[in-house]
């Protein structure tokens, strides 16, 4: 007994020793990485044990030629990015080193290299452990923890040690703000460098590619050195875009993922292997066309009708002419193909083109399984762009249309089973189904049968090859990954493999149409693949910069979206919540138009947990970071540029945004805020492109030009790809083409000097022109016009008589949701009627829709709106008219309400088809005319399809009819009257204001207190100054505010 006593004791003081121990191991305290007093540094210590094999050498993987994009060259990046932010705080370089004692210094490890005594403590292994709710969560966590003699960065991968390096340098204040060597905040007096951090942190979404297109990271219209480069830099304050680039992308957490990117169009790969199969065997089997052929290229015949969509395949013999060559004809003539990416789709029901496909797979699979063993292999299998998908219910070989129920049968696999998404958003669908006719199906169940195989395959294989040298099971690491896009850009009538990978794109043809009406958006489509594939994640694939066909005309100067955080924050969180975990943006080097926003954007995508105020505080500490004693100006001008406060793309707008710039400038001192300074000259750049752009000196050859494409290089405002190529042309897109020697020769960036020199010449261009804003009125019985209620609308009687008018026309497919006003008595009908063409071969702009719509009424004692028909639950399902004026059949949606109370209501419509009319309920669509002209009345800058005029009201006492044209397409015209007649508006004046820009027109006696008609082609309604900006297509649907109504004496019908 005394001796079990002891051994008990015993065991209690080691277990407390031990426990003593690990809590001194796990507990932070501060870690001196720089001290010049005492004149120490610490080294960066890589973990690195030659003997076992593991860790990295550093001497090795800073050679050159290190694979691009490799572990070896994303773990030199990382270091480097520690390594340079260290030197920029303090002045000092600290030595980088590899080796296999981890006791001091920065040292960096892998958690499966790291020594045991961090290998196995708690705390590490809490913080870098999988969840359990798939196999990704873990692949980018890491830890960091301060020590006394050491500072310990650990991570799973190496991804997650790259995500490790910023958020170590944010804890002392250190941040890349944007790309560039100007956008890089370094926090003063950190001469003395102390990290004092316990720090645990994974990432929310698993893939964050913000990633530039056109290849602007490696040269395209940038500057890219280097030893095989022919650009050179003679400034030291200048940096190759690849430095910029990867410090930025490295900063914002972009540079690694803890899933592997989605690929893209994978089947063109496979192009060359089918057409040697197909002659090899002499089958006319093997793609997607109306016909295949195969024969010698003389028999080939004209091009014609009757040939279109045929492919032919040349059989000419070696060392002929036409051998080895393929050729698709449009109807008209052969165009010839590369055999890697005809412009066809391969037929994946063709027996031998399935096997073609999975001898690859196998072959990539036992590749990647050798190379990394212990990561997940992914097998693209995204079908080509081509026509074979529109018409495979046509061209699909009678033999093969149920190859895929027939491969299970063949299997001996139980099939049909029980529908996953049955019952799901109105799905009645008991048990899976087969169409081959449902892009979807086919190549979904090519994914399905692929997965099947290749279980087959390894399962034929003895069991020390089904698992990798890790130990882990091939079947569980193998994935195959494709788009939920275009033709198939909805979920399939059978159930999925669960490690099938699917990124939600965009163009779709289905979404939202017959049994798929509920599944309209890329959050509904994520959703219903969470269901299908609770395992696997689902992508969403974006494009919310698209800077060569959007930045390079004056109407692309303003954002597409809004860079709010409420709304990042809304649209994320959304994606998140609905079971995406991989985001992909296609993005430009454009940071003066998105850059804020795409750092907000990053910010998200790493923790998307953050709340809409958090961001609004983040976005506030950028603007404190990035602009110093102006950062409240510039938080003004930031504001000011979002989409929902940017009031007309025009120069009105242009010089107020450039002065608010300007106020700014007053603010920071460039003596002692330098880097502030810069960095508002570098946005001022952004400005600049426009400015030369409308004065059209963005032109080839001029001299401002060829100046901007090289001094405007480092602040990266403008996507310089666009610039270079708009302005010579596609093929020139290296700056060494384009850009003269002499000027080569000098730094790439503006001076202070330069700068200021031109931003004065762009405030000459641009000058503040005074309007009169109604807001300032005083309405002709005296009353203030700031203190009325323009939302409190009447109808006149004056305007009656006045009916002439179409209904608005515009393309509402591809648009957010236009308001109305209109007003009622209580138990009055009001609503809308709500028309386009019937066409089904573009279902997606001419098929049926449950048209979204809501009701708000408006409360004028409180002066606020009160819903009344919820906008996000409530839809209109259109229904086809057949009888219509010219016989073709048009869809209509039709909303009837009875109005509670009497006052103004506010519709709003959301999205139809293309060439929509949006009228009121006294339209008739059988007969293309009105029955009566209920009040309709818009208050917002719509644009719309040229059409007939519309009608704004002027207030008596009003002396000049202030306005900002934002968009000149022709003929643009203001029409003033003097009055109505039995014949109708009688007319005063005709006034062109088609230039873009601001127009002040004073009124004559008798043209105030009148109706004015505005016109021109290419419908876009412009910002309205001096009068209330309310206005209809129709005189007698037109509402006035009441108190205007009444001072101005006219006739009120309530």
Sequence with gaps: MKRLLVLLIARCVLGCVMLSLLARMSAAAPFTAVDPVRDTQSAIVLQFDAARGTGFDWAAITKPRVAFNSPEARMREAVMFLQDGIRR????????????????????????????????????????????????????????????????????????????????????????????????????????????????????FYLRQITPTSGQQRGVGTIMTGPTQKLSLSDPRDESVTDSYTRWAIGIRNHGHSMAAFPGH?????????????????????????????????????????????????????????????????????????????????????????????????????KHFDELPGEVFVFGTEPEDGTGYQNIGEWLRPQY?????????????????????????????????????????????????LLREFDG????????????????????????????????????????????????AGYPKHRGLGEWKQFATHHDMAAAFQKMLPREPSGDYRIPSIAYYADHTLDGLPARWSAAPARIVADLRGAYDGGMRAMNFETDFNFGKYGLAYYLMSKVLWNSRLTAEQLDAIRDRWLQRSFGSGWREMKAYYDFMLVENYPANAPGTWAKAIRLIDAADARIDPAAEPDAKRRLDDVKQYWYWYYLLDTERAKRDEPELLEFLWKGQMSYMTAMHMAVKRTNGNENFRLETVVPESLRRGPAHYTAEETAAWWQRMHEHWPEIEVFLFADAVLVDSRKARDIDLNDLVRVADFQSLTTGKPLQYNSAQVEP????????????????????????????????????????????????????????TTAASQLVAQTPDGKPRHVAEVRYSASRAGTYRIEVGR???????????????????????????????????????????????????????????????????????????????IDIDRRGTHRITLEPGEDGQLAQISGNGFAFPLLYSVPSLWSKCPAELLVPRAIAEADGLKILE
């Design 818 to 873: 236009y308001p109305f006003l209109t007003t009622a008595k209580a138990g009055e009908t009001i609503g809308f009627k709500f028309a386009w063409p019937a066409n089904t071969d573009q279902l997606q702009f001419y098929g049926p829709k449950d048209v979204p719509y809501g009701i708000e009424w408006w409360d004028a004692a409180q002066r606020q709106w009160i819903p009344v028909v919820d906008v996000t639950a």
């Design 401 to 449: 249309r149920n190859w895929y129920p027939e491969s299970l049968r063949a299997a001996k696999v139980e099939w049909p089973k029980p529908y996953v998404l049955h019952g799901y958003r109105g799905i009645d669908q008991a048990l899976e189904k087969w169409d081959y006719a449902t892009p979807a199906d086919v190549v979904f169940g090519f994914n399905n049968w």
């Design 266 to 366: 994978a089947m063109y790969q496979h192009h060359r292997k089918i057409v040697e199969e197909m002659l090899r065997i002499g089958s006319t089997e093997g793609f997607l066309t109306a016909h295949n052929h195969l024969g010698l290229d003389a028999e080939r015949s004209d091009a014609d009708e009757s040939n279109a969509s045929h492919l032919w395949i040349n059989t000419d013999a070696k060392g002929q002419p036409g051998h080895g060559r393929v050729f698709v004809s449009n109807g008209k003539q052969w165009a010839e193909q590369k055999l890697v990416g005809l412009n066809v789709n391969a037929d994946v029901s063709t027996p031998f083109v399935r096997g073609i496909v999975f001898d690859e797979m196998k072959r990539r699979a036992a």
């Design 89 to 204: 705080m303090t002045g000092v370089t600290l030595e980088v080193r590899s080796d296999s004692e981890l006791r001091r210094g920065i040292v960096i490890a892998l958690l499966e290299n790291a020594p045991a005594e961090l290998r196995d403590d708690p705390t590490v292994q809490r913080a870098l452990r999988n969840d359990g709710t798939d196999a990704y969560n873990d692949r980018e966590a890491f830890f960091l923890r301060s020590e006394p003699e050491r500072l310990v960065i650990i991570a799973n991968t190496v991804d997650g040690l790259s995500a490790a390096m910023p958020a170590l340098l944010e804890t002392v204040g250190y941040e890349v703000l944007g790309m560039g060597p100007n956008w890089i905040h370094v926090p003063k007096d950190r001469q003395r460098l102390v990290f004092d951090v316990e720090l645990a942190d994974r990432a929310g």
């Design 457 to 504: 395959w390894i399962d034929s294989l003895p069991s020390a090859e089904q698992v990798t040298k890790s130990g882990r099971s091939k079947k569980e690491l193998v994935r195959c990954s494709c788009y939920s896009y275009a033709l198939h850009d909805i979920p399939p009538h059978i159930n999925l493999d669960p490690r099938i990978r699917v990124m939600i």
């Design 912 to 990: 139809g088809g293309f060439l929509a009319n949006l009228a009121s309920l006294g339209y008739d669509v059988t007969q293309g005319t009105h029955t009566s002209r209920p009040p309709q009345t818009f208050f917002t800058r719509l644009t719309g399809l040229t059409q007939d005029p519309v009608y704004v009201y002027i207030p008596k006492g009003t002396k000049s009819l202030d306005l900002e044209n934002w968009r000149s397409a022709g003929r643009k015209q203001v029409q003033l009257h003097r009055g109505v007649n039995a014949k109708g508006l009688v007319k005063s004046r005709t």
